[in-house]
Each structure stands twice: as structure tokens, then as C-alpha cells.
């Protein structure tokens, strides 16, 4: 089954490091998009990428975070100066294309910031 | 703007009694509904989704909802709860754009008892 893979599955860190997450899509899934879930929440959206083009960004992406997709294929995450606040679940999800297509969630990447 | 409110953080049944968990959406326009399961470690999974198709809308594993425009509400229910479906539940609502951004509710835990 290859489904949406994140890597690595747990980081800790300390505040003030960087930290970068990988997400590999299903293959031929042009949308990616990145979520963040915190403890006793939902998932909220982070940004989204239609092939390499990142078209939105949330205002929860501030300026020590930053994502790519240089070929439309795997993405990555880059988190700058860690934060206490952002230790989370970081959640990748990819989805074919076209109207209201599913999305498919990779397991996560759970950042433990100390 | 779209919201989802879950109207119960903790759901408890007994195995094999009926399952119900409260989803009330809000949105200015025909809403896309959706219903996710995260089981613990595992990626999230869509068990179903409303698109203005049928308003009795069937899934995984034997959940169905039901849309109903008039009460604003997509509640999930199974007519017999299992040990395995144990989990967190999302009522999720898509934002507009064209790209399917989705917006999550706080989430319901789900708690089966022998």
C-alpha cells in the first residue's frame, strides 16, 4: 500500500533549533496540503500545493516556517527558531485533483519542542 | 465562513448498542461534509462525504449520516457500535476555493465498552 509516508514519525528539539519534515504523496497527486493538529484539537490548515506551486498559506505560517515542493512531487517543512508553542502534529494529506477529491493523511510527524 | 461544531468531546457506549456523534455545520453557501476516524498512531481516514448528491450518506465499516440542511447538522451513527471503533471522530466542512482546504471540528471521542 503506498499511501501518504511523513518522515520522521517523532522529533524533539530543542526551542531555538530547525527542524524540517518530509512528506511523500501518493503517487500522481497533484494537490499536497500540510495541517497542524495540537493536542485536543482538529487539524488546521497550514498550506496547500497544486503541483510546485504553493497557492495559500495560512496566517498560522508565520515567518519561521516555510514549505516546498520543487517538483511536485515529496514536500518538505521547515520550522526556524523553534518554538514551545510549536510542538504539535504536523499532518501531510495529498489528493488527485478536481472538485471536491478526497484527501488521503499521512500518519504525522509529532514535534516534541523542549 | 465555514465552521463545524461537534457538539460532544466524549461519546460512551456499550458493544453492540447504537452509535451517535453531533456535527452542526455552518456555511453561506451548499456545503461539502465530511466525517474522518483517527485511530491512535494511524493516519487519519475518511469514513464518508456529503457532496449535494444523497442526503443519507453511507461509509466504512457501516457508519452513514445524514445532511440536513433544515436543522444545519450531518450527524454520524451506526446501528451497532464494535470494540474496533474505538477512536476520534472529525466533522469536517470544506472551505470555498475550489481546492477542498478542510476545516475541522474540535473532534468526538469515541469510547466502546464490552
Known amino acids: 500500500d503506498t499511501g501518504v509516508s511523513q518522515d520522521p514519525r517523532h522529533k524533539i528539539t530543542k526551542r531555538g533549533q530547525n527542524v524540517t519534515f518530509r512528506c511523500d504523496p501518493i503517487?500522481?497527486?497533484?494537490?499536497l496540503y500540510w495541517y497542524r493538529q495540537t493536542l485536543g484539537q482538529g487539524p488546521e490548515f497550514l498550506t496547500y500545493f497544486q503541483n510546485e506551486a504553493q497557492l495559500e498559506k495560512s496566517r498560522l505560517l508565520s515567518d519561521r516556517f516555510s514549505a516546498e515542493r520543487p517538483k511536485g512531487s515529496f514536500s518538505t517543512l521547515e520550522i526556524q527558531r523553534t518554538e514551545q508553542g510549536d510542538s504539535a502534529m504536523y499532518l501531510c494529506?495529498?489528493?488527485?485533483?478536481?472538485?471536491?477529491?478526497?484527501?488521503?493523511f499521512g500518519p504525522g510527524t509529532r514535534l516534541t519542542v523542549l | 465562513a465555514q465552521s463545524v461544531t461537534q457538539l460532544d468531546s466524549h461519546v460512551s457506549v456499550s458493544e453492540g448498542t447504537p452509535v451517535l456523534l453531533r456535527c452542526n455545520y455552518s456555511?453561506?453557501?451548499?456545503?461539502?461534509l465530511f466525517w474522518y476516524v483517527q485511530h491512535p498512531n494511524k493516519g487519519l481516514q475518511l469514513l464518508l462525504k456529503y457532496t449535494s448528491a444523497a442526503t443519507l450518506v453511507k461509509g466504512i465499516n457501516g457508519f452513514e449520516a445524514e445532511f440536513k440542511k433544515s436543522e444545519t447538522s450531518f450527524h454520524l451513527t451506526k446501528p451497532s457500535a464494535h470494540m474496533s471503533d474505538a477512536a476520534e471522530y472529525f466533522c469536517?466542512?470544506?472551505?470555498?476555493?475550489?481546492?477542498?482546504?478542510?476545516?475541522f471540528g474540535a473532534g468526538t471521542r469515541l469510547a466502546v465498552h464490552p
Open positions: 494529506a495529498s489528493s488527485l485533483g478536481g472538485g471536491m477529491d478526497t484527501q488521503y
Open positions: 503517487s500522481e497527486h497533484n494537490r
Open positions: 456555511s453561506s453557501y451548499s456545503p461539502s
Open positions: 469536517v466542512v470544506s472551505s470555498l476555493g475550489g481546492y477542498n482546504k478542510l476545516i
